[in-house]
């Protein structure tokens, strides 16, 4: 489908944020967003991109009452010699599509996220940050719009995509964040919608980040929702483990979201011939192995911090100190190697970056 596109009268721009190095991750967007609409028997409708705006929704839109919401995030990196490169975005297309099969949400053809992302950094490519560290955050977002009170899939949606240039998204950066180990709320339940990229995951996991930050940490580690024992995810990111020279995650085991960066890492640790195991693993082991050393270092991976380094961990009111609560080696190592990646510095060698066509 053509897009249609509406410039934004130039009297109404916006300023650009004038330090890229004090950007507050979420607080900007840029001048134009994308919309489309779905309708049951007709298919996605009247794709366009127009002036950023409040969206107008019925007060009885399915989402406000049922939840039925589902979104992705990737970032777009300006590179030295001035073009702009997206990092895997095939990967959120692919993970937004099984979001919506398991929301009983309508897919969206991949080419047509490609082209409303593309022509959406088109007509925005000057909010595309130039320092490295900084990027442009695109947000593609998938709402039920139909106005009806019902528990039942809607029949009208709207998908739109906005962006936003950012910076570091933990006030630490690359620093050490502290973690909380919650062992009695949990995030998601296998058989749930855990694995899938929807609103309510992270509206469930407001009250234990809150419980966390109470306590002068910085994320929530969750456990399983069944015996309250084995790690999934940390906060908004995966999680890894560096136990002696082994690199542990946990397995993809349906609560557990598939995260883009996740992926990056197992593949440099395979091409690095690191020794690495997707398996569970449990909070005692990874305390145990805390206390004896044996613990090298811990790191959460994700888009918007890419590699976050673990300092210490807070387990039934006791603190355990990673190491020296310093920055490993490995979460260094992954972390220069796709950063110099995603902004040109690094060789492509997976073909990871798409070039966009501005």
């Known amino acids: ?36 609409d779905w309708r049951a028997g007709r298919g996605w409708l009247d794709p366009r991109i127009v002036p950023y705006h409040d969206l107008q929704l019925n007060p009885a839109a399915m989402v406000l009452h049922y939840g039925q919401g589902i979104f992705e995030g990737l970032k777009a990196y300006r590179w030295h010699d001035g073009t702009i490169h997206l990092f895997r975005p095939e990967k959120n297309w692919e993970r937004l599509n099984r979001s919506a099969r398991r929301m009983c949400m309508p897919e969206v053809d991949p080419a047509m996220q490609f082209g409303a992302v593309e022509n959406l ?15 442009l955050y695109v947000r593609p977002t998938m709402i039920a719009s139909e106005p ?18 950012v910076a ?13 180990v919650s062992d009695e709320y949990v995030r998601a339940v296998r058989g749930g919608v855990g694995e899938a990229k929807t609103m309510a995951n992270y509206a ?17 580690l969750w456990l399983d929702a069944v015996e309250r024992r084995f790690i999934e995810e940390v906060g908004t990111m995966n999680i890894f483990f560096r136990i002696d020279d082994e690199l542990v995650t946990p397995a993809l085991s349906g609560s557990i979201l598939s995260g883009v960066t996740r992926d990056s890492v197992i593949q440099l640790a ?22 004896s050393g044996a613990m090298k270092e811990i790191f959460g991976t994700g888009t918007a911090a890419v590699v976050s380094p ?33 902004y040109g510095e690094n060789e492509d060698r997976f073909g990871w970056m798409y070039h966009v066509k501005i």
């Open 148 to 165: 009806h009170l019902g528990v039942r899939p809607a029949s009208e949606y709207l998908y739109y995509m906005i962006t936003g240039p």
């Open 310 to 342: 673990v300092g210490e961990i807070s387990f039934k009111e006791e603190s355990f100190r990673v190491q020296d609560g310093g920055v490993g080696e490995w979460s260094q190592k992954f972390y220069d190697e796709i950063v110099g990646i995603q």
């Open 270 to 291: 395979k091409h690095w011939g690191l020794s690495l195991q997707e398996r569970p693993i449990d909070i005692h082991e990874v305390i145990h192995a805390v206390k």
């Open 168 to 180: 570091a998204y933990y006030a630490e950066g690359f620093n050490p964040v502290r973690i909380y």
């Open 121 to 135: 950094l088109r007509i925005d490519r000057d909010w595309v940050p130039h320092s490295v560290g900084s990027s």
């Open 204 to 220: 469930s996991s407001l009250y234990a980040a809150e419980i966390a930050k109470s306590k002068g940490l910085t994320q929530v």
């Open 1 to 36: 489908m053509e897009i249609r596109i509406q410039p934004i009268d130039p009297a109404d721009k916006q300023p650009k944020p004038a330090d890229e190095t004090k950007l507050i991750f979420g607080r900007v967007f840029s001048d134009h967003m994308f919309l489309m």
